[in-house]
């Protein structure tokens, strides 16, 4: 499989009325500057600026379509926020460590190496999921589109190194530290999990549409008690359908 940025050859809409040109040398200074409200654009390049642990701000160099460059703005100007845009690609032959960034794990096993793809969620982060999982995900992100509901994730692929992060820190009683499996044991690490934004209840729009549907894509909820949580495993999700559910048998509808 091959890989390219989905924003490649788009156009996108500035929906925000302040949408400033930043300094090319330093993206967090803004210039005079401003895109008008309603211009069409098109993205030459992005770039992801850190400002915590896991949260980065996304930019875009755009031009207008056959005409001027703009320069760099932030992908938040954009109707839709850049929201499901996959932006990098990370390959797993530049990681061989079974402990790295691209390192795949279930039930405290190694899995193998994964390609990685990243990816904005809906809280305009940059979370990644596996290249093998995009397709599906965006095919069923285009028919929930087509249907009026929106689907995007809150949290991807984990990293054994951030699971050890995140593990340390409840294990510690940090502050802001939530529950956390062990490194290796997370269903966030073994290349197929996703937690999809349904609001967190089952009574929403989106996860009543992804309860009907995200089964023909290949997703099942695998989980108990959490709606958000759906794995990518065509078979299992075949199975769901023949039974008129939307879950693993062991998880309650």
């Not at 156009?11 to 925000?16: G, M």
């Not at 190194?161 to 939530?178: H, I, K, T, V």
């Not at 997370?186 to 937690?195: E, K, M, P, R």
Request: proline residues 5%.
């Amino acid at each position: 499989m091959s890989f390219s940025p989905s924003f490649a050859g788009k156009t996108f809409v500035i929906s925000d009325s302040d949408a400033r040109i930043r300094n090319p040398t330093n993206l967090t200074q803004l210039t005079t500057d401003v895109i008008p409200q309603g211009s069409q654009v098109l993205v030459n390049d992005v770039k992801t600026l850190p400002t915590g642990s896991k949260t980065r701000v996304v930019f875009a160099n755009v031009s207008a379509p056959g005409g001027k460059a703009w320069g760099w703005t932030s992908t938040r100007n954009f109707d839709g926020k850049f929201i499901n845009e996959t932006i990098g690609f990370l390959p797993s032959s530049n990681d061989t460590a079974q402990t790295g960034r691209n390192a795949a794990w279930s039930n405290g096993e190694f899995r193998g190496l994964v390609d990685l793809v990243e990816i904005m969620d809906n809280g305009l982060e940059v979370e990644r999921m596996t290249l093998s999982t995009l397709a599906p995900y965006l095919d069923m992100v285009a028919n929930a589109k087509a249907a009026g509901v929106h689907v995007a994730i809150v949290s991807g692929f984990r990293s054994f190194p951030e699971q050890s992060l995140l593990f340390d820190g409840f294990r510690q009683g940090l502050p802001g530290f939530n529950l956390a499996a062990r490194p290796g044991f997370s269903n966030h690490q073994n290349g197929i999990a996703l937690d999809i934004d349904v609001g967190g209840s089952k009574d929403t729009a989106i996860y009543k549409w992804l309860c009907a549907n995200a089964t023909s894509f290949g997703f099942v909820r695998t989980v108990n008690g959490e709606p958000w949580h759906w794995e990518f495993d065509p078979a299992k999700a075949a199975a769901a359908k023949a039974r008129g559910v939307c879950t693993t048998p062991d998880v309650g509808n």
